[in-house]
């Protein structure tokens, strides 16, 4: 009876069903090759998790990010492991919960401005697909935004609203992205450190040095407040200082120059907030982006821009690089260039609804000048137009570029305006550093195209839920 009862505590009838299903798994997935099949224990216990308690998934999906590694599939379809079978199956809870308890995201961040113009955002994206020149691919491309933005905004906003919970999302970013960050600049330092081998050491976590930096650019901002948040732990704080320094090293050595630009950027948007001139800052961007689309499209005038194709190559060295850059010789910006110009046409073709999601790489070679074609113009690796605001304008029409500048401009103002209206220390560091990485990444999207992307995507709407918590606690003065 003693022996009965003792095995009994240990081995509840739970915990002897799940042994034998993973054994009955591992021997199916040995004998028929199907090794897929060896995961179906690990899948269970994520789901028997998911319904004692879905938050403890969602911050295994943020844990998961800086890891993450891409996988390409036949036919052209490639995946994210494991964050997008995470992504899909916390988007099942998330209409679950949604259809169970209605008031599960509470009605004040659905009636939120930026709640509005996300809703309009992806209501936009759903209606070119319908006009799409190839629907088969924005239907594809409308799941994945619809995915993103029902975990990373709607679910996040449901869970992040609070200090702790706020806190431990953090902690959940931080600790496997300074894992990566240490393993890649391990590898880096046995060569020499160079700019050439960037692009050999970063395989399985990051497909280039652009997302790679980019990443970094995003969480130095939280890292630099985070700072803040521990006044009164020291060992905490010491780790973050370490950390800080860390990224900021590591950010110089990815020789990422719109990574570069963000961060200083952000530094200035710091005092640009401070000073309540957001909204002239807005202004001015707008302006100069005006008199700069009128004066290259007057008489053709970017045709004077033209590359020499002999001149034009890529570099092994940074200093190189820059001056390349300097002088319009870089292959990589003239290449983008090169997509830029063929956006423009593609636009003035479909200026309303464009060419529907997804759907650039397939239409854009018939638009293209040849005067701006590079060695690397044939694009075997299928990339987009790097620029998502005119990739927006391309694939959306100029309404659905609108929708997106209208998001991005409310979002900035409500957290300028939150910050001032704040009167609680810790949120106010909190609505700061959300607002520089949202602001970075704003600042990355000038010349790439990385919000499809789990490494980028995920934090943009992830700071804009986080950014309608602040802004709604900063109304009721709680306590963040």
Not at 51 to 78: H, M, Q, R, W
Not at 441 to 455: A, C, G, Q
Request: glycine share 4%.
């Amino acid at each position: 009876m003693l022996v009965k009862r003792i095995f009994g505590r240990l081995l509840p009838k739970t915990l002897i069903l799940f042994v034998a299903v993973t054994i009955i798994a591992i021997w199916l997935a040995i004998s028929t090759e199907w090794y897929f099949l060896a995961a179906l224990p690990a899948v269970l216990l994520l789901a028997a998790v998911s319904l004692a308690d879905y938050s403890k998934i969602f911050y295994l999906l943020l844990f998961c990010i800086p890891v993450s590694t891409e996988l390409v599939l036949p036919n052209g379809f490639g995946t994210d492991l494991p964050t997008e079978p995470l992504i899909i199956g916390l988007m099942g809870i998330f209409l679950y919960q949604i259809a169970k308890y209605p008031k599960f995201v509470k009605l004040q961040f659905f009636k939120h401005p930026i709640s509005i113009f996300i809703l309009l955002h992806l209501a936009w994206i759903a209606l070119t697909t319908i006009t799409a020149s190839d629907p088969f691919v924005s239907v594809k491309f409308l799941l994945a935004k619809t995915w993103y933005v029902l975990v990373f905004y709607y679910l996040a906003g449901s869970l992040l609203r609070t200090k702790k919970s706020l806190a431990t999302a953090f902690w959940c970013v931080l600790i496997p992205l300074l894992f990566t960050v240490l393993v890649i600049n391990i590898r880096h330092a046995s060569y020499g450190f160079s700019f050439e081998s960037i692009y050999q050491v970063l395989h399985p976590f990051y497909r280039n040095h652009v997302a790679y930096a980019c990443i970094i650019a995003v969480m130095i901002p939280f890292v630099f407040f985070a700072l803040t948040w521990y006044k009164e732990q020291k060992g905490k704080r010491y780790f973050l200082l370490a950390a800080f320094v860390f990224l900021l090293f590591s950010l110089y050595l990815s020789y990422t120059r719109a990574a570069y630009i963000a961060v200083i950027m952000a530094a200035i948007l710091y005092f640009v907030i401070k000073l309540r001139a957001i909204r002239y800052v807005l202004l001015l961007a707008f302006g100069l982006s005006a008199v700069g689309i009128v004066f290259l499209a007057n008489q053709n005038q970017y045709l004077e821009y033209a590359p020499d194709y002999d001149k034009t190559i890529s570099h092994t060295e940074f200093d190189d690089l820059i001056a390349a850059t300097y002088n319009l010789e870089d292959i990589s910006l003239m290449e983008r260039f090169y997509r830029w110009v063929s956006g423009f046409f593609m636009i003035k073709e479909k200026p309303l609804l464009g060419f529907g999601g997804g759907n650039f790489y397939n239409y854009y070679k018939p638009y293209t000048v040849n005067s701006f074609r590079t060695y690397v113009s044939d694009n075997p690796e299928k990339s987009g137009i790097h620029n998502y605001y005119l990739m927006i304008a391309v694939e959306q029409g100029l309404i659905g570029l609108f929708i997106f500048i209208g998001l991005i401009c409310v979002a900035l103002l409500k957290a300028e305006q939150a910050y001032h209206r704040s009167r609680n220390a810790l949120r106010k560091s909190w609505i700061m550093a959300t607002t520089l990485s949202f602001f970075s990444i704003l600042v990355v999207l000038i010349i790439n195209d990385l919000i499809e992307t789990d490494k980028i995507g995920s934090f943009f709407f992830l700071t804009l839920a986080v950014l309608v918590n602040l802004d709604l606690m900063s109304k009721e003065q709680k306590e963040a």
